[in-house]
């Protein structure tokens, strides 16, 4: 492998990276405060790509409006699934969420499903990138796609403000409070439901922003989150289960990994982030950023 080759691996792992720091980063932000595992989160991605290309079937808007009002759409969503199905279960066994999330996944890929071909007649449908965006970058060793280029760094600027809110902020103090201790939280006047609603909304929202964000590169179908999600479950768990900076950080790597692996042999591509979980797991069970269940 020339350095060359191993430099566009790099950059064309990062693109996949970005996917999984968004989508992961989603799920940590979830984790931390309900301590559900949302396995919707991948339907609510493909959900965020849909609504974009929607948007612009139905009222002729482009990928900046899109990629804005997609995503608040995608939050509002889970908004209605957290206050009207998820709250419900609270004190449940963890298996009760899992369930119903595993349920809503079947439920909204179907109904995007029977939508794209009753009113558009397409299975999948590909979604142009802005103007502006398409062409190509000379980075000195390769020429690389604008549009992934910037996917990289809002993906990567999304996720730095996303940590500085969380673990810098009054915000942030906040949330870890409502997570920690929510009986002393509501002491001090904190509705503490409001803010475990919110924080759903944004996780779900990250989801259907990585979502926009896909759908110029893979194309919108219905089940353009079923496969990614299990990579995103597993990175979640390699950076450590509710960890912010763990999500962010391992999702990057495992996207560069995986092209690097790839490209070196084929075959272990698909295998090579499990591979690296187990191996994970038996060194530091609480992931490579998390802490201990008795620590949090």
């Given at each position: 492998?020339?350095?060359?080759?191993?430099?566009?691996?790099?950059?064309?792992?990062?693109?996949?990276?970005?996917?999984?720091a968004?989508?992961?980063?989603?799920?940590?932000?979830?984790?931390?405060?309900?301590?559900?595992?949302?396995f919707?989160?991948?339907?609510?991605?493909m959900?965020?790509?849909?609504?974009?290309?929607?948007?612009?079937?139905?009222?002729?808007?482009?990928?900046?409006?899109?990629?804005?009002?997609a995503?608040?759409?995608?939050?509002?969503?889970?908004?209605?699934?957290?206050?009207?199905?998820?709250?419900r279960?609270?004190?449940?066994?963890?298996?009760?969420n899992?369930?119903?999330?595993?349920?809503?996944?079947l439920?909204?890929?179907?109904?995007?499903?029977?939508?794209?071909?009753?009113?558009?007649?397409?299975?999948?449908?590909?979604?142009?990138?802005?103007?502006e965006?398409?062409?190509v970058?000379?980075?000195?060793?390769?020429?690389?796609?604008?549009?992934?280029?910037f996917?990289?760094?809002?993906?990567?600027l999304?996720?730095?403000i996303?940590?500085?809110?969380?673990?810098?902020?009054?915000?942030?103090?906040?949330?870890?409070?409502?997570t920690e201790?929510?009986t002393?939280?509501?002491?001090?006047?904190?509705?503490?439901?409001?803010?475990v609603?919110?924080v759903?909304a944004?996780?779900?929202?990250?989801?259907?922003?990585?979502?926009?964000?896909?759908?110029?590169?893979?194309?919108?179908?219905?089940?353009m989150?079923a496969?990614?999600i299990?990579?995103?479950?597993?990175v979640?768990?390699?950076?450590?289960?509710?960890?912010i900076?763990?999500?962010?950080?391992?999702?990057?790597?495992?996207?560069?990994?995986?092209?690097?692996?790839?490209?070196?042999?084929?075959?272990?591509?698909?295998?090579?982030?499990?591979?690296l979980?187990?191996?994970v797991?038996?060194?530091?069970?609480?992931g490579?950023?998390?802490?201990?269940?008795?620590?949090?």
């Amino acid at each position: 492998m020339t350095l060359q080759y191993f430099l566009i691996q790099v950059f064309n792992g990062l693109v996949n990276g970005a996917f999984y720091a968004l989508l992961s980063l989603g799920l940590a932000v979830i984790f931390g405060m309900l301590r559900i595992v949302n396995f919707a989160h991948g339907a609510l991605y493909m959900l965020g790509a849909f609504t974009a290309f929607a948007l612009g079937q139905l009222f002729g808007l482009g990928f900046w409006p899109s990629l804005i009002i997609a995503p608040l759409l995608v939050g509002l969503i889970g908004m209605i699934i957290e206050r009207g199905l998820l709250s419900r279960l609270y004190g449940l066994e963890p298996s009760y969420n899992l369930l119903l999330t595993f349920g809503l996944t079947l439920l909204t890929q179907d109904l995007v499903k029977q939508v794209m071909l009753s009113r558009f007649a397409v299975s999948s449908a590909p979604y142009t990138p802005p103007a502006e965006l398409s062409g190509v970058v000379n980075l000195g060793f390769t020429m690389f796609p604008k549009y992934r280029l910037f996917v990289i760094v809002l993906a990567l600027l999304v996720c730095l403000i996303t940590w500085f809110v969380i673990e810098k902020t009054r915000v942030g103090a906040i949330i870890r409070a409502s997570t920690e201790n929510p009986t002393v939280t509501r002491a001090f006047g904190i509705d503490v439901s409001k803010w475990v609603t919110g924080v759903f909304a944004v996780g779900v929202g990250l989801a259907g922003l990585a979502g926009v964000l896909a759908a110029p590169i893979y194309s919108v179908e219905p089940y353009m989150g079923a496969e990614l999600i299990i990579t995103t479950f597993a990175v979640v768990v390699i950076g450590g289960m509710g960890s912010i900076l763990g999500s962010v950080v391992t999702g990057f790597a495992v996207g560069v990994l995986a092209a690097i692996g790839s490209a070196l042999y084929p075959p272990i591509a698909n295998t090579l982030v499990f591979i690296l979980m187990a191996v994970v797991l038996l060194i530091r069970p609480s992931g490579l950023f998390g802490l201990p269940e008795g620590a949090r």
